[in-house]
């Protein structure tokens, strides 16, 4: 008998649900940076266990929107949950727990799927406040299947963590072959990791303004060729992302390509080049195009 499932990564945005997904799958195949607002679209991450899978499903934020483009993430979440077997609730417990984590936890509860609790960044606390973290974690949602306090980034707590998702599933057949880590096209992880780079290196208003679209993904004798442009909202924020003398856009090219060469075991060569597109964010045919 084998098991396998669909599990929902809900939590407010920043908490860590992108690194959580990369760490249980093993792979770096969700963007992480410190900007809220990193994972666009619903990206799976894939746990294989002996006898079980479970598709972890990466989540954009829980929020209300505010544009068209939160608007269709926020329509993607409640699509998601409703297709899922269970989910993991992950908080972070350096932060207190606020509005959008009960919000959260009402609508978990009212989809009536099994939760698993997971507190996050227990290696910013020391052990008193991690006591408060759960205590006040598991009184957000009492009905919960279990709790972990975990560090997604260090590690700790995975295991533990890890060895209880299989009760969380129903029966049936694994989705994907052994070794595939994501339902991503290459493509998508290549555009994803581009913009993890940039996210990771600009701040304030460019993040948000900021996509990418990849032109072309070429095999060769030498590795692959990822070209991709990179679109922004203004021409300063243009000026910003390629930066003095093209100083920002080629760190961002040599980041994705060390996390796109680690990712695939092989050369990867990056080209990028910056647009300006006005309100591509309001653009439903341009959205479309971005798959978002
Ligand atoms: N110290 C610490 N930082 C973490 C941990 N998990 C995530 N982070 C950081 O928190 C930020 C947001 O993480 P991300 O996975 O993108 O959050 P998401 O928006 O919930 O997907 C990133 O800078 C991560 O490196 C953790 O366990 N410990
Ligand atoms: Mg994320």
Same mark, same amino acid.
């Given at each position: ?5 669909? @599990? #929902?990564?809900?939590?407010?945005? /920043? ?29 799976? =991450? ?7 899978? #479970? ?5 954009? $934020? %829980? ?21 899922? +077997?269970?989910?993991? %609730?992950?908080? /972070? ?10 919000? @959260?936890? *009402?609508?978990? &509860? ?12 227990? +290696? ?12 006040? =974690? ?5 009905? %919960? ?16 963590? !890890? #060895? +209880? ?21 290459? *493509? *998508? ?8 780079? #940039? ?5 304030? *208003? ?36 390629? $930066?003095?003398?093209?100083?920002? @856009? !080629?760190?961002?090219? &040599? ?9 695939? $075991? ?21 959205? +479309?195009?971005?798959?978002?």
């Amino acid at each position: 008998m084998s098991r396998s499932g669909l @599990i #929902a990564l809900a939590g407010r945005p /920043n908490v860590g649900k992108s690194t959580l997904a990369n760490a249980l799958a093993g792979r770096h195949v969700a963007a992480v940076s410190p900007r809220p607002q990193t994972t666009r679209r619903r990206v799976s =991450a894939v746990v294989h266990g002996e006898g079980w899978q #479970a598709v972890l499903l990466d989540l954009p $934020g %829980f929020q209300r929107p505010a544009d068209r483009l939160t608007e269709r993430m926020q329509t993607t979440v409640d699509r998601s949950l409703a297709d899922c +077997d269970a989910a993991l %609730f992950v908080l /972070n417990a350096a932060e207190p727990v606020g509005g959008g984590d009960r919000f @959260i936890a *009402e609508r978990l &509860t009212a989809v009536g799927l099994p939760v698993i609790v997971v507190v996050n960044q227990v +290696d910013r606390l020391d052990p008193a406040r991690i006591a408060g973290a759960i205590a006040a =974690a598991a009184a957000l949602l009492p009905g %919960f299947h279990a709790l972990h306090p975990v560090s997604a980034k260090g590690g700790d707590g995975l295991d533990a963590l !890890r #060895a +209880d998702l299989p009760a969380l599933l129903p029966e049936g057949p694994p989705f994907f072959p052994p070794g595939v880590a994501t339902d991503q096209t290459d *493509e *998508e992880i290549a555009g994803e990791l581009i913009r993890e780079a #940039a996210l990771q290196r600009l701040r304030e *208003e460019v993040p948000h303004a900021l996509a990418v679209q990849v032109e072309s993904l070429t095999p060769g004798r030498r590795g692959r060729t990822v070209e991709a442009t990179v679109l922004v909202e203004h021409d300063s924020q243009k000026g910003i992302v390629v $930066g003095r003398g093209g100083a920002m @856009i !080629r760190d961002i090219g &040599t980041a994705a390509r060390a996390a796109l060469s680690r990712l695939w $075991g092989e050369e990867v060569h990056v080209s990028l080049h910056v647009k300006t597109r006005k309100r591509w964010r309001r653009d439903d045919a341009m959205l +479309d195009r971005l798959g978002l």
